[in-house]
C-alpha cells in the first residue's frame, strides 16, 4: 500500500496527533475531558491515514457542491445570528434567562443542523451553478 | 419604487423619532424601556432598509449593477467562513469553560462572539473582495 507524503496530509495528521498530545496533556494534569480531545484526534488520525491511501483527485469538491457549500454556510450564519439576537431579546425582557449551557447548546446544535440540512436542500432544489 | 422607498424613510424616521421619546419617557419616569425599544431597533432597521434600497434603484437608474454575481458570492464564501468561526469559537469556549472551570456567564461570551463573528464576516468579505480570485 502506497501513501501520499504532500503537505496537505502531512498538515492533518500534524493537527490530529497535535490533538492527541494536547488531550493527554489535559487529561493528565488539568481535567477528564482531555481524553475527549485525544480521542478526536485519533479520529482525525484514522481518516487522514485512510485518506493517505487515496488518489488527491478524489478529495477535489466540484463547483455546484461548492457552492452548495458556501451558499448553505451563509444562510447558517444569519440563522445563528437570529437565534442570538431572539435569545437577547428574551434575556432583556427576562422572560427568559438562558444559562452558558443553553445557548451553547442551542447554538451550536441549530448552526449545525440548520446547515445540513440547507446543504440537502440547496442539492435537492437544483438551481446553484 | 423610488417613491415607496422614499415614504418608508420617512414613516421610518417617524417611528424611530416616536419609538426614541418613548424610551426617553420611560427612563425618565422610571420604567421599564426595553418594549419601547423594540420599535427603535424596528425603525432602525427599516430606515437602513429604505436607505439601501434608495440608493439602489438611484444606481439601478443609471445603469450600474451593485449587487452582481460576484459580490454576492463574495458575500456567501465569507459568510461561511464566519459560520466556521462562529461555531469554532464558541466550540473553544465551552471546552475551556469546561476544562478551566471558567464559570463564563451568557452576556459575557455571546456579545463577544456576536460582534467578532459580524465583523469578521464584514473583514473577510472586504479581503476576498480585493484578492479577488472569487
Partial sequence: MKFRKDKDILQFM????????????????LHPAGMGLAISGAVLTLIG????????EILLQDERSKRINEK???????????????MNYLNITKLWIPTFFDTYSIIIFTGIYCWIIL??????????? | MLFMSKINLALSVFLLAFASFWVV????????????????????TLLISAYMNIKRFKA????KAIADERSRRVGEKSGLFAYLLLLGSLMVSGLANS?????????????????????SWIIIGHYLDKKGEV
Avoid: C
Fill in chain 2, 60 to 63: 439601478e437608474s443609471e445603469g
Fill in chain 1, 14 to 29: 500534524g493537527v490530529g496527533i497535535g490533538m492527541i498530545l494536547a488531550g493527554l496533556a489535559t487529561f493528565k494534569y
Fill in chain 1, 72 to 86: 448553505a454556510g451563509y444562510y447558517g450564519f444569519w440563522a445563528i445570528l437570529a437565534i442570538i439576537t431572539v
Fill in chain 1, 49 to 56: 491515514l485512510l485518506f493517505a491511501t487515496k488518489p488527491k
Fill in chain 2, 25 to 44: 419617557q420611560n427612563i425618565y419616569e422610571g420604567k421599564s424601556y426595553h418594549e419601547p425599544s423594540l420599535f427603535v431597533l424596528l425603525g432602525l
Fill in chain 1, 119 to 129: 446543504r440537502w436542500h440547496f442539492n435537492k432544489k437544483g438551481d446553484t451553478e
Fill in chain 2, 99 to 119: 476544562i478551566l472551570n471558567l464559570r463564563l456567564e451568557y452576556t459575557s461570551t455571546v456579545y463577544v462572539i456576536l460582534v467578532a463573528s459580524l465583523f
